[in-house]
């Protein structure tokens, strides 16, 4: 029964490169999330996603960012041409249903640093 | 905007103290929840408080939400060691389709 699944744990990228970052949700769970945690800070809400659609993109950068979720294969988060702002721990959740209200399941993360 | 406030953002208590994390906000939340984070990993989930005026006891972790459904606090009676880590509030938001967090507290008990 594994748990959400995020990777890689570790992604080291120079400026201008592009990451991407994967996230495959619970078993069951159609509602993915993914956050952004800096250094000592709580984690910054960024991309809501169900299978095929945004729900909500209102803490997604408007540029370089994207995510999707497609019918098959794990949800996606890539950044396009990074920059040292955007070394951080990227965090994914999921849930049975919308809204959040029964908690999420999180992922170990992955770590970004662009060097 | 929905803002979650907790204080304190640092504890460092000594081993069989107790201590009481705050979260407050001025907008009210349908629902809100407690997760710990160890370095490394993400957040793990709590417990989740719906109802004003609800109190609900985990072992040595008691968590309350205000009547008011805008603050909640989390107890922890007789710290240990293993207490240690990041403690998130987090709330449901107005529209429903994600939870946000609070910036932390930070606890650490020394033995």
């Known amino acids: 029964n594994a748990g959400v699944m995020q990777n890689p744990r570790h992604l080291v990228r120079r400026r201008g490169q592009e990451a991407r970052l994967r996230c495959s949700p619970m078993?069951?769970?159609?509602?993915v999330y993914w956050y952004r945690q800096l250094p000592e800070e709580g984690l910054k809400f960024m991309v809501y996603l169900q299978k095929e659609n945004i729900i909500d993109e209102s803490g997604m950068p408007k540029e370089r960012f994207s995510a999707e979720f497609p019918k098959e294969g794990p949800s996606i988060l890539r950044i396009q041409q990074v920059v040292r702002g955007d070394s951080a721990a990227y965090f994914c959740?999921?849930?049975?249903?919308?809204?959040?209200?029964?908690?999420?399941?999180f992922g170990s993360g992955t770590r970004l640093t662009v060097v | 905007t929905q803002l979650l406030e907790q204080s304190p953002q640092f504890l460092s208590i000594q081993e069989g103290e107790n201590l009481t994390v705050y979260c407050n906000s001025s907008s009210v939340f349908s629902s809100l929840q407690w997760y710990r984070q160890e370095p490394g990993e993400g957040p793990v989930l709590l417990v989740t408080?719906?109802?004003?005026?609800e109190v609900k006891k985990l072992k040595r972790l008691t968590f309350q939400f205000g009547d008011a459904r805008k603050d909640s606090s989390l107890h922890i009676t007789a710290a240990q060691p293993g207490d240690t880590g990041l403690y998130l509030c987090?709330?449901?938001?107005?529209?429903?389709?994600?939870?946000?967090f609070g910036s932390g507290t930070r606890l650490s008990i020394r033995p």
């Open positions: 078993k069951g769970h159609s509602h």
């Open positions: 987090a709330g449901a938001d107005s529209s429903a389709s994600k939870i946000i």
């Open positions: 959740a999921s849930s049975p249903s919308q809204g959040g209200h029964y908690g999420y399941t």
């Open positions: 408080v719906v109802t004003g005026g």
